[in-house]
């Protein structure tokens, strides 16, 4: 039955997820496979609210299968309770996985969950993720943010405590958030060595991000900011299996090159059923501070035309601002440290245009 099963698995791994480059097997979405006596039973676990996706891949599986066991002796399921996590990131006690996608469990407290996401690395997202919860924090809500960037968080720096440990709490398996400019915040770059490269296979950045929100004490919040990392990957396959994601927020450039990364951006979020919140445009212009002239470094206004042709509400322009690089690098987000500023006015604005768009979404 062993040798089965193993078969069963290498057969599995030719059925790719929809939208991504993984195979159903290496993304996790393969909970089990049990054989016996009556035919093979299969665990898949997707995302809520997604039978169409479901269907597509149960139609891919039993094809792949097809030429070891007949279409009628093939069974799908959710599973009803996940093993223990045998990566440990915290220091505490292996995590227990719950039951299904958009898990409540892990994050119970918190009413609404927005990933910021972009397409191509480089174009300001952490800065968007950073100020965004900043200024939704300035507009009276409780608001945390968790770095989801794995590979390269930055929220450590941009938030001025670099190089800091977080505390665990009284039970000593959780640990406590940091807080500064009125939310909490916490970052895989708080449990490793700065100097320290993270290679892990994408099994390994699942449970990782699984115990970030499940073993932080979040407490009870209006807003959780997720800083997802670049591209259509692990992490964002995670967390749109493991979180019920409210909106996501796509931030790009005006390049052609950004730009086209956005759309494979919406796309994925598109196939997973998270609601796209909108598009942002970042580094959009320059404005001289001393004659106020713009200069459109990047180009101007390919981020709104593109969620125009996308059918999804363009959120805001963010310009090129040497002060929102500098506050970032120091610690000190714009919105906080100089809330009067045209770059800081455009993010508040952005904060409103987020809840307005949750809040329609919510009914």
């Not at 809500?141 to 989801?148: E, I, K, N, T």
């Amino acid at each position: 039955m062993q040798e089965n099963r193993e078969q069963l698995l290498d057969r599995l791994r030719a059925v790719v997820y929809p939208g991504f480059t993984r195979d159903i097997v290496t993304a996790g979405v393969v909970r089990d496979v049990q054989v016996g006596s009556q035919g093979v039973v299969i665990q898949l676990e997707l995302p809520a609210n997604s039978d169409l996706l479901a269907a597509k891949i149960q139609s891919k599986v039993v094809e792949v299968l097809s030429a070891m066991i007949p279409a009628d002796r093939i069974r799908f399921s959710t599973p009803d309770a996940a093993a223990a996590s045998s990566l440990n990131v915290l220091g505490s006690r292996p995590s227990v996985a719950r039951a299904g996608a958009a898990d409540p469990g892990l994050i119970p407290e918190v009413r609404h969950v927005v990933a910021v996401a972009s397409g191509k690395g480089g174009v300001g997202k952490s800065t968007v993720a950073v100020n965004l919860a900043c200024a939704l924090a300035q507009q009276g809500h409780s608001v945390g943010l968790l770095d989801a960037d794995v590979y390269g968080p930055s929220i450590p720096l941009m938030m001025g405590i670099p190089g800091e440990r977080p505390r665990l709490d009284a039970s000593g398996k959780r640990l406590i958030p940091f807080e500064r400019y009125g939310i909490r915040f916490m970052s895989l770059g708080f449990l490793v060595e700065q100097e320290t490269a993270v290679i892990w296979r994408g099994p390994m950045v699942m449970k990782a991000l699984e115990q970030l929100l499940r073993d932080v004490v979040w407490g009870a919040l209006d807003y959780l900011v997720l800083d997802l990392p670049p591209g259509t990957g692990d992490a964002q396959l995670t967390l749109t299996q493991r979180v019920r994601l409210s909106g996501a927020v796509i931030v790009s450039t005006p390049q052609d090159v950004a730009l086209a990364d956005a759309v494979k951006g919406v796309a994925m979020f598109r196939k997973v059923n998270v609601p796209i919140l909108g598009v942002v445009e970042n580094m959009s212009f320059f404005e001289c501070p001393h004659c106020s002239e713009r200069t459109e470094v990047f180009g101007h206004g390919g981020a709104k035309e593109r969620a125009a042709k996308l059918e999804v509400p363009f959120l805001a322009e963010i310009a090129l601002d040497p002060a929102v690089r500098e506050t970032g690098d120091a610690g000190a987000p714009i919105v906080d440290s100089a809330p009067d500023s045209t770059a800081a006015r455009a993010f508040a604005r952005l904060a409103t245009s987020v809840g307005e768009k949750i809040a329609a979404l919510s009914g």
